[in-house]
């Protein structure tokens, strides 16, 4: 349900998840080469004022996307809690993945050294995920905390 305090919770990393999708997780400003790379396209301008726009790298898509849908079908399963918090796992080993597969994907395509890549990475497009993680951590405590009392409740019965 939506009134749960639980779903303000995972609407908020939904926000976060779809936050990180808009903004660019790496970017290169070099004097000869200015590359972005966003989570749908990355944009790659020359010293000629020449922009060439590419498909995103799929898998970061693909990984942003599903955790998307993932929170918002952990919202819907408000009848089964145990599923719920089930899921919650598994959203937060997508929200590992997204970070692991932004610094492989760029450390390989673009031949660049990891601690390069660390330290010219957008800051929040990297702490969203985290955060994403935060929020889901907190919709987990609050589902289990709801289990725990439907749990209790049954006991007295």
């Known amino acids: ?43 790659l301008t020359d010293v000629s004022g020449a922009s060439v726009t590419k498909p995103a790298p799929w898998p970061i898509l693909f990984s ?5 849908i993932a929170t918002i079908i952990v919202i819907f399963m408000y009848k ?6 089930r899921l919650c796992y598994s959203i937060y080993i997508l929200q590992v993945l997204i970070i692991f597969l932004a610094l492989v994907w760029i450390t390989t395509n673009l031949q660049i050294p990891l601690p390069e890549v660390i330290s010219k990475a957008h800051p929040l497009s990297l702490i969203f995920p985290v955060v994403s993680m935060w929020w889901i951590f907190m919709a987990q405590r609050a589902i289990k905390k709801d289990e725990d009392l439907v749990r209790s409740v049954d006991r007295i019965r």
């Not at 939904?14 to 990355?42: C, H, K, W």
């Not at 942003?64 to 998307?68: E, G, K, M, N, W």
């Not at 089964?80 to 918090?85: E, F, S």
């Open 64 to 68: 942003i996307s599903l955790a998307i």
């Open 80 to 85: 089964d809690r145990k599923k719920q918090i």
């Open 1 to 43: 349900m939506i009134q749960r305090i639980q779903s303000v919770y995972l609407l908020m990393a939904i926000l976060f998840n779809v936050g990180m999708a808009f903004l660019p997780i790496f970017s290169l400003n070099e004097p000869d080469l200015n590359l972005r790379v966003y989570a749908f396209t990355q944009s």
